[in-house]
T-cell receptor, first 113, second 113 residues
Framework: QQQVKQSPQSLIVQKGGISIINCAYENTAFDYFPWYQQFPGKGPALLIAIRPDVSEKKEGRFTISFNKSAKQFSLHIMDSQPGDSATYFCAARDSGSARQLTFGSGTQLTVLP | ETGVTQSPTHLIKTRGQQVTLRCSSQSGHNTVSWYQQALGQGPQFIFQYYREEENGRGNFPPRFSGLQFPNYSSELNVNALELDDSALYLC????????????FGSGTQLSVL
């Protein structure tokens, strides 16, 4: 059962453009929503995260928008740079005892110079 | 401060064999999680250890087992390997069970022939 659906699967953006990646979840027991960035040959690295009582969080060029009623959240990368080219994963943390993360299927972002 | 280190980086096994993967947590972290990442997919939660006890498990069969040691390092053992076990195995550590900041290692790429 895929509890976190991520789109698009791949995204190509020109340098300086805005990259937008969307995620939707089903489980209302999720209580924390991080985004991870993964480069080839590396493990995922935490980029930015949001709690469901906040509608937006911004850190530098990265912004998360969160819509609790729609059970959707998105990552916006402003002024996209070639160095942002990576695979991005949204995730959701379960509020149960293990607090494990459920990841989306990933978006491969390519920023053209 | 050292990061999360995993060994080996690559491993080739044949169907039916057993494998042990190792992980050293980041300094000061007492919680270790293991994830399986199939090619082109997001990481999938296997299980989590907190202070040497398993405190959460994903949808993986019992032939996937683990250990956490007093120094918080960890092992993932997989018995009776199947072809579908071929994947990148990621270890992640966090300062506590809240898992708000997971630090991932670069993974062990397991190929089962």
């Amino acid at each position: 059962q895929q509890q976190v659906k991520q789109s698009p699967q791949s995204l190509i953006v020109q340098k300086g453009g805005i990259s937008i990646i969307n995620c939707a979840y089903e489980n209302t027991a999720f209580d924390y929503f991080p985004w991870y960035q993964q480069f080839p040959g590396k493990g995922p690295a935490l980029l930015i995260a949001i709690r469901p009582d906040v509608s937006e969080k911004k850190e530098g060029r990265f912004t998360i928008s969160f819509n609790k009623s729609a059970k959707q959240f998105s990552l916006h990368i402003m002024d996209s740079q070639p160095g942002d080219s990576a695979t991005y994963f949204c995730a959701a943390r379960d509020s149960g005892s293990a607090r494990q993360l459920t990841f989306g299927s990933g978006t491969q972002l390519t920023v053209l110079p | 401060e050292t990061g999360v280190t995993q060994s080996p980086t690559h491993l080739i096994k044949t169907r039916g064999q057993q494998v042990t993967l190792r992980c050293s947590s980041q300094s000061g972290h007492n919680t270790v999680s293991w994830y399986q990442q199939a090619l082109g997919q997001g990481p999938q939660f296997i299980f989590q250890y907190y202070r040497e006890e398993e405190n959460g498990r994903g949808n993986f069969p019992p032939r996937f087992s683990g250990l956490q040691f007093p120094n918080y390092s960890s092992e993932l053992n997989v018995n009776a390997l199947e072809l579908d076990d071929s994947a990148l195995y990621l270890c992640a550590s966090s300062r506590d069970r809240a898992n708000e900041k997971l630090f991932f290692g670069s993974g062990t790429q397991l190929s089962v022939l």
